[in-house]
């Protein structure tokens, strides 16, 4: 028996302390003040507080901690990208997922899973095996299987896909992963807190004050704060952010549905993937299937849930998993995602001074947390934009330097 549980049981009475601090009452300035108390933000706070020793930070989210897309995705975690820029970018993030656990004093229930992306065309084969090449010259272990190979390692599926897009192989990313959202987000804002971040919930920004091209403070719904830097990590409220501070982008958001089964015995230990299928599916710890598709077609900031969605998805699954047919829907939910027009988020300074950009994740800014907090960081505490996010860089678009990461979004996830 550990020495801490019998010295609690021996006590009798015992007050756990709290997981977060009380909440403090707004300043009314701060060093950096980051808007979004997603994983992207809480990451980032945590990163300036112990790497760079910037600890009068405070991070302003409108709801509650990670109750945004950080909340609303599919915890899948992968590198398998199509451009050595995603590739190294990710890959850096997997590699911090791995060990995040222990640095954070957390559970977070990562679970290495395998990703195989199928391909059900020759045309789907070649960017397939475009997609391992670039990935092995980078030693991300990806490598094209075929479809013998992807029946042996996901038992129950049918290879013919009900006869009307039969499997030709696939894409088998072994370090494919999938970690517990919102422990991510309880466990970075945790650490951040007990390094003197403070943490501001339902506090909504209202305005953003510029003055000569730099940013000095902001507004919100709990009076005005002054500060010398101002990092956005917001994903689908972006354009409402950027536009305070006078700055237009490329983003379109679309929303992007999920959902999930009712539990059910373990069957299927990988995670699976159809870019033509649009669907992509894995099986929680706690037995759900949690099932995803492309992001719908229209330009809306919201997140409704349709029967349309449901209905199809479960159409396109049944074709791979025939016996999942008797299954309950449990729930769905829906996230905003901030799409631009290389599949590529924007990350960095920008020609606003003082004030920094991470967004344009579409849907795949949860598998980035660690690396996104970790290079923002960095880019704060030094006023230019950390290496690995170079690329990213917001004026890519004048410049016509686009990363073009389309062919790696499978199904937009």
């Known amino acids: 028996m550990p020495w801490r549980l019998l010295k609690i049981g021996l006590r009798g009475a015992h007050k ?42 405070a991070v302003l989210e409108q709801g509650y901690i990670g109750g945004g897309n950080t909340g609303r995705n599919t915890t899948i975690v992968r590198s398998n990208y199509l451009t050595p820029d995603g590739v190294r970018f990710y890959d850096a993030s997997v590699r911090m997922f791995q060990r995040l656990s222990q640095e954070l004093d957390i559970n977070l229930f990562y ?13 789907a084969m070649r960017t397939m095996r475009w997609r391992a090449e670039v990935n092995r010259h980078l030693d991300v272990d990806s490598q094209v299987v075929d479809r013998d190979a992807v029946g042996r390692g996901i038992p129950g599926l049918d290879l013919d896909c009900g006869g009307s897009q039969p499997v030709m192989g696939a894409l088998y990313h072994a370090p494919g992963a999938v970690v517990r959202h919102d422990a991510v987000a309880w ?19 209202t305005g953003m004050q510029v003055e000569n091209g730099r940013v000095c403070g902001v507004a919100t719904d709990r009076g005005n704060i002054r500060c010398g830097a101002v990092v956005s990590m917001v994903a689908g409220s972006t354009p409402r952010i950027t ?20 539990p059910v015995k373990p069957f ?19 037995g759900e299937l949690v099932m995803g598709a492309s992001v719908d077609p229209a330009v809306l900031h919201s997140t409704r849930s349709s029967f349309e969605f449901v209905e199809g998805l479960a159409d396109r699954i049944v074709d791979l998993f025939p016996f999942t047919a008797r299954l309950r829907i449990n729930r769905q939910w829906a996230g905003m995602s901030d799409m631009t027009p290389d599949f590529a988020p924007i990350m960095g300074t ?16 949860f598998k980035a947390t660690p690396i996104s907090g970790s290079t923002m960081a960095d880019t704060v505490a030094n006023n230019r934009n950390h290496e690995l996010i170079e690329p990213f860089r917001f004026d890519r678009f004048a410049d016509f330097q686009l990363v073009g990461e389309k062919g790696a979004a499978s199904v937009g996830h």
């Open 350 to 365: 920008t020609p606003v001074s003082g004030f920094y950009l991470d967004a344009g994740w579409g849907t795949w800014g």
């Open 187 to 205: 466990g970075y804002a945790r650490a951040a807190t007990n390094n003197g971040v403070e943490v501001h919930q339902k506090t909504r920004v």
């Open 268 to 286: 299927l230990d990988t995670i699976v993937v159809s870019g033509s299928l649009h669907v992509y599916v894995s099986q929680s710890s706690r």
């Open 243 to 262: 536009e305070m501070a006078g700055l237009s982008t490329p983003i379109e958001i679309f929303p992007l549905q999920a959902c999930v089964t009712e």
């Open 111 to 123: 679970s290495t899973r395998g990703h195989y992306t199928l391909a059900h065309s020759d045309e």
């Open 16 to 57: 756990e302390p709290r997981f977060f601090p009380e909440p403090a009452d707004l300043r009314d300035s701060y060093d950096v003040v980051i808007i979004g108390g997603g994983g992207h933000g809480l990451a980032c706070a945590y990163y300036l507080a112990t790497r760079h020793g910037i600890r009068n930070v």
